[in-house]
């Protein structure tokens, strides 16, 4: 995510419980992906893992952008 999205996420996270969950999780998938790419070999359990995470952290970011989407529009 850009510097502005970011900045427009921690001051809307306080008020929007939806975003707050979404966010986490966000930071969550981000780490075990991290954890995984730290290891020199995956498992076929743990490439599968990684499919599996990235898939629900694109997801994810996908519903943040809609929240922040329809901030943007609300404020306009």
Do not use: C, F, W
């Amino acid at each position: 995510m850009e510097i502005k999205e970011e900045a427009l996420i921690h001051s809307l996270i306080d008020t929007n419980p939806e975003l707050r969950r979404h966010y986490e999780e966000h930071v969550e998938l981000k780490q075990r992906l991290e954890e995984l790419r730290q290891k020199p070999y995956l498992t076929e359990e743990e490439q599968i893992e990684q499919k599996r995470i990235q898939k629900q952290k694109l997801a994810g970011k996908d519903r943040i952008m809609e929240i922040l989407a329809r901030y943007r529009q609300a404020a306009a």
